[in-house]
């Protein structure tokens, strides 16, 4: 049985919607551990729950405030210094 903890979260950045009006969004979000999920469930709002992965990612899923709608993402951690860099890539652009 594990505990549950209330954390306070810093910005949490959202994507633009799905039409290409809708402006990103920032907000923040009073989140709590229940088990093994990192969960954020504020009447009124999108829910959002995070979970480990055994890879070491998360996965994440996303319901609508009146819980009509669920989307789920696969995150993992990315090491910037694997990605080839503009100038190596032969881009003339970069300095």
Not at 15 to 27: H, Q, R, T, Y
Not at 46 to 63: I, Q
Request: charged share 35%; glycine share 14%; net charge negative.
């Amino acid at each position: 049985m594990g505990g549950v903890q209330t954390y306070h979260t810093g910005g949490v950045v959202g994507e633009p919607g799905i039409d290409d009006d809708e402006p990103a969004e920032w907000s923040r979000r009073k989140g709590r551990l229940v088990d093994d999920e990192f969960v954020f469930d504020e009447k009124g709002k999108s829910s959002l729950r995070f979970r480990p992965r055994a890879d070491g990612g998360l996965s994440a899923t996303w319901t609508s405030p009146d819980g009509k709608i669920s989307m789920e993402a696969g995150l993992r951690r990315l090491d910037p210094q694997r990605f080839p860099r503009h100038a190596e890539a032969g881009d003339s652009h970069s300095q």
